[in-house]
C-alpha cells in the first residue's frame, strides 16, 4: 500500500501541509533541505497521489470522456486508440462509452459521462441523433464543461468541431471508377438524414453528373454502416445492371464481400469495388480494394488539441469556437 501524505509528514518532521506543498508543486517557504527530504520519502516509499482528493482542490480530474456509436467499427476503435495514447501521454485518462448507433445512447451517455465529473466530452453523435439535432444540441450546451463534436456534426451548430470533407471524398471514390470506364455504378450509402451520409451521396452524385450520367434510383442502395448492412445490399446490387460499386464505409465493403463470396462473385473481376476508410488492407487477403483514407490519427491529435484549448479558455470564461475540416485522400490497391 502506497505511503500517505500523514506518514510522509511524520517522517520528515513536517505538517501534512507543508508535504502537500512540496508534492504539488506549490509556492511556500519551506526549506530546501526539507523539500528534498520529502520528496526523497515518498519516492523510496513509492508514494500515489489521491486523485480524487486532488480534484476536490483543482476542481479538475485529469479526465476526459469519448462518446462513439460503435466500438465494433475499425474507425472508431482507431480513434479510441488514438486519443487514449495521446492522453495517456500527457497524463491524462479517457472513458469511453459506446451509444450502439441510438439517440437513447446518447442522451443516457452525455448525462453519465457529466455525472463522472470529467473535464471534457468528444462527442461522436449515433445517426439517430440527426433526427433531434435541437435537442442534442441544447443537451450538449446545459453542459458546464468543454465538449468537441468529431467525425459527425452538426453543420449549423456553433461549437468546436472537427471532420472530414465527406463531398471530396466520394468525389474521389467515384471519379476514379469512371476514370476507369465504368458508368454504372451503384453506391451503397447510409441515406439516414445525417452529414456524412448526405455528404458523400453528394459527392457520388458530383462525379456522376460531371461525367453526364443521370443516377437511376436503384443505384443509390440504402444500408446500415454495419457488416450485415453490406451484406443484404450486395443482393439488390445484383439486380441492377451496375458494374462498379461505390461503398461509404469499410464495414459494408465486408459484408458486400462476404455474400459475393458465398455466390463465387469475384472482386475486381465481376465488380469493381472502391470503399471508404482504408483500414480493411490487413484483413483481406488476395483481394484489392482500393479505398477513401481518412488520417483517424490526425483527427485524434488535433481533436485533442482542439480540447486543450478549449480547456484553458473556459479557465478565461472565453468562448472562441474552432472548426476543422480535414481533408481525405484515395489510396488504390
Given at each position: 500500500m502506497s505511503i500517505t501524505i500523514k506518514e510522509i509528514a511524520r517522517l520528515a518532521g513536517v505538517s501534512p501541509s507543508s508535504v502537500s506543498l512540496v508534492l504539488n508543486n506549490r509556492p511556500n517557504r519551506i526549506s530546501e533541505k526539507k523539500k528534498n527530504l520529502i520528496l526523497q520519502i515518498a519516492d523510496d516509499n513509492q508514494y500515489i497521489p489521491n486523485a480524487a482528493a486532488r480534484s476536490l482542490v483543482t476542481r479538475k480530474n485529469n479526465t476526459f470522456g469519448?462518446?462513439?456509436?460503435?466500438?465494433?467499427?475499425?474507425?472508431?476503435?482507431?480513434?479510441?486508440?488514438?486519443?487514449?495514447?495521446?492522453?495517456r501521454a500527457e497524463g491524462y485518462s479517457l472513458i469511453i462509452v459506446n451509444s450502439n448507433d441510438t439517440f437513447e445512447g446518447d442522451m443516457i451517455l452525455i448525462d453519465l459521462l457529466a455525472a463522472k465529473g470529467i473535464d471534457g466530452i468528444f462527442v461522436v453523435i449515433s445517426n439517430e441523433s440527426y433526427l433531434h439535432q435541437n435537442i442534442i444540441e441544447q443537451k450538449l450546451l446545459q453542459l458546464n464543461l468543454p465538449f468537441v463534436m468529431v467525425d459527425r456534426i452538426f453543420d449549423s451548430f456553433s461549437c468546436n468541431k472537427i471532420y472530414f470533407d465527406n463531398v471530396e471524398g466520394s468525389y474521389i471514390a467515384t471519379k476514379y471508377l469512371l476514370e476507369k470506364g465504368h458508368r454504372k455504378i451503384a453506391c451503397i450509402c447510409n441515406t439516414f438524414i445525417s452529414h456524412n451520409s448526405l455528404s458523400r451521396i453528394h459527392g457520388y452524385r458530383?462525379?456522376?453528373?460531371?461525367?453526364?450520367?443521370?443516377?437511376?434510383?436503384?443505384?443509390?442502395?440504402?444500408?446500415?454502416?454495419?457488416?450485415?448492412?453490406?451484406?443484404?445490399?450486395?443482393?439488390q446490387v445484383l439486380d441492377t445492371d451496375c458494374t462498379a460499386i461505390f461503398v461509404c464505409n469499410d464495414m459494408m465493403t465486408l459484408g458486400i464481400l462476404r455474400y459475393f463470396s458465398e455466390q463465387g462473385i469475384h472482386v475486381p473481376e465481376d465488380y469493381a469495388i472502391v470503399s471508404y476508410d482504408n483500414l480493411l488492407s490487413d484483413y483481406l487477403f488476395g483481394i484489392k480494394v482500393s479505398s477513401v483514407n481518412q488520417d483517424v490519427e490526425e483527427l485524434g491529435v488535433k481533436a485533442w488539441n482542439i480540447m486543450k484549448e478549449a480547456v484553458r479558455q473556459d479557465k478565461k470564461k472565453e468562448i472562441k469556437q474552432k472548426e476543422i475540416c480535414l481533408m481525405p485522400t484515395l489510396v488504390i490497391h
Open positions: 469519448l462518446l462513439i456509436p460503435d466500438i465494433e467499427n475499425p474507425f472508431f476503435s482507431k480513434l479510441s486508440k488514438t486519443l487514449e495514447l495521446q492522453l458530383n462525379a456522376m453528373m460531371e461525367y453526364g450520367i443521370k443516377v437511376p434510383k436503384e443505384y443509390i442502395i440504402p444500408a446500415n454502416y454495419r457488416i450485415e448492412g453490406g451484406y443484404e445490399a450486395a443482393k
